[in-house]
Nanobody, 115 residues
Framework: VQLVESGGGLVQPGGSLRLSCVAS????????MSWYRQAPGKERELIAR????????NYADSVKGRFTISRDNAKNTVYLQMNSLKPGDTAVYYC?????????WGKGTVVTVSS
Protein backbone atom coordinates (compact mmCIF):
# COMPACT_ATOMS: atom_id res chain seq x y z
CA VAL A 1 0.00 0.00 0.00
CA GLN A 2 1.29 3.44 -0.91
CA LEU A 3 0.04 7.01 -0.86
CA VAL A 4 2.48 9.39 -2.52
CA GLU A 5 1.89 13.12 -2.28
CA SER A 6 3.43 15.66 -4.63
CA GLY A 7 3.03 19.25 -5.72
CA GLY A 8 4.25 21.05 -2.62
CA GLY A 9 6.78 23.85 -2.69
CA LEU A 10 7.41 27.50 -1.99
CA VAL A 11 4.75 29.97 -3.12
CA GLN A 12 4.10 33.64 -2.47
CA PRO A 13 1.05 34.81 -0.54
CA GLY A 14 -1.95 34.93 -2.84
CA GLY A 15 -0.54 32.21 -5.06
CA SER A 16 -1.84 28.75 -5.91
CA LEU A 17 -0.65 25.16 -5.76
CA ARG A 18 -2.22 21.85 -6.67
CA LEU A 19 -1.32 18.84 -4.58
CA SER A 20 -1.72 15.30 -5.87
CA CYS A 21 -1.81 12.00 -4.01
CA VAL A 22 -1.41 8.81 -6.02
CA ALA A 23 -2.62 5.61 -4.36
CA SER A 24 -1.63 2.03 -5.00
CA UNK A 25 -2.08 -1.36 -3.38
CA UNK A 26 -5.75 -1.03 -2.42
CA UNK A 27 -9.14 -0.40 -4.02
CA UNK A 28 -8.93 3.37 -4.17
CA UNK A 29 -12.50 3.90 -5.37
CA UNK A 30 -13.87 2.32 -2.18
CA UNK A 31 -12.07 4.67 0.20
CA UNK A 32 -12.94 8.05 1.62
CA MET A 33 -9.98 10.33 0.93
CA SER A 34 -8.86 13.29 3.01
CA TRP A 35 -6.16 15.92 3.17
CA TYR A 36 -4.66 16.85 6.51
CA ARG A 37 -1.96 19.33 7.38
CA GLN A 38 0.41 19.86 10.25
CA ALA A 39 2.06 23.19 10.86
CA PRO A 40 5.22 23.49 12.99
CA GLY A 41 4.35 23.13 16.64
CA LYS A 42 0.70 22.33 15.95
CA GLU A 43 -1.44 19.22 15.81
CA ARG A 44 -2.39 17.59 12.54
CA GLU A 45 -5.75 18.90 11.34
CA LEU A 46 -8.31 17.73 8.80
CA ILE A 47 -8.79 20.29 6.06
CA ALA A 48 -10.73 18.51 3.30
CA ARG A 49 -12.55 15.24 2.79
CA UNK A 50 -14.23 13.58 -0.18
CA UNK A 51 -16.40 10.48 -0.26
CA UNK A 52 -15.54 7.43 -2.33
CA UNK A 53 -17.56 8.40 -5.41
CA UNK A 54 -16.82 12.10 -4.96
CA UNK A 55 -20.39 13.07 -4.28
CA UNK A 56 -19.80 14.73 -0.94
CA UNK A 57 -17.00 17.09 0.10
CA ASN A 58 -16.30 18.79 3.39
CA TYR A 59 -13.82 21.50 4.33
CA ALA A 60 -12.37 23.07 7.42
CA ASP A 61 -13.54 26.63 7.96
CA SER A 62 -9.95 27.84 7.59
CA VAL A 63 -9.79 26.74 3.93
CA LYS A 64 -13.41 26.89 2.81
CA GLY A 65 -13.77 28.92 -0.39
CA ARG A 66 -10.04 28.74 -1.14
CA PHE A 67 -9.27 25.01 -1.37
CA THR A 68 -10.99 22.36 -3.48
CA ILE A 69 -10.65 18.61 -3.08
CA SER A 70 -11.34 16.32 -6.01
CA ARG A 71 -10.56 12.78 -7.09
CA ASP A 72 -10.11 10.73 -10.23
CA ASN A 73 -10.88 7.11 -9.44
CA ALA A 74 -9.64 6.01 -12.85
CA LYS A 75 -6.20 7.41 -11.97
CA ASN A 76 -6.25 6.43 -8.28
CA THR A 77 -5.52 10.05 -7.46
CA VAL A 78 -6.90 12.69 -5.13
CA TYR A 79 -6.13 16.37 -5.59
CA LEU A 80 -6.13 19.49 -3.49
CA GLN A 81 -6.34 22.75 -5.40
CA MET A 82 -5.17 25.56 -3.12
CA ASN A 83 -5.83 29.16 -4.08
CA SER A 84 -5.31 32.48 -2.31
CA LEU A 85 -2.63 30.93 -0.16
CA LYS A 86 -1.67 32.60 3.10
CA PRO A 87 1.43 32.30 5.31
CA GLY A 88 -0.79 30.46 7.79
CA ASP A 89 -1.23 27.68 5.23
CA THR A 90 2.43 26.74 5.64
CA ALA A 91 2.51 23.10 6.75
CA VAL A 92 3.23 19.54 5.79
CA TYR A 93 0.21 18.25 3.84
CA TYR A 94 -0.78 14.62 4.17
CA CYS A 95 -3.09 12.41 2.18
CA UNK A 96 -5.24 9.88 4.08
CA UNK A 97 -7.32 6.93 2.89
CA UNK A 98 -10.09 5.60 5.10
CA UNK A 99 -12.29 2.51 5.03
CA UNK A 100 -14.10 0.97 7.99
CA UNK A 101 -11.32 -0.11 10.39
CA UNK A 102 -8.59 0.69 7.86
CA UNK A 103 -6.55 3.90 7.53
CA UNK A 104 -3.55 4.64 5.33
CA TRP A 105 -1.35 7.75 5.39
CA GLY A 106 1.08 9.24 2.95
CA LYS A 107 4.42 10.69 4.04
CA GLY A 108 3.48 14.26 3.25
CA THR A 109 4.55 17.13 1.05
CA VAL A 110 5.76 20.49 2.33
CA VAL A 111 3.97 23.71 1.44
CA THR A 112 5.62 26.99 2.36
CA VAL A 113 3.82 30.28 1.78
CA SER A 114 6.22 33.17 2.08
CA SER A 115 7.34 36.30 0.28
Amino acid sequence: VQLVESGGGLVQPGGSLRLSCVASGFTFSSYVMSWYRQAPGKERELIARITSAGGNRNYADSVKGRFTISRDNAKNTVYLQMNSLKPGDTAVYYCRAEYPRVVYWGKGTVVTVSS
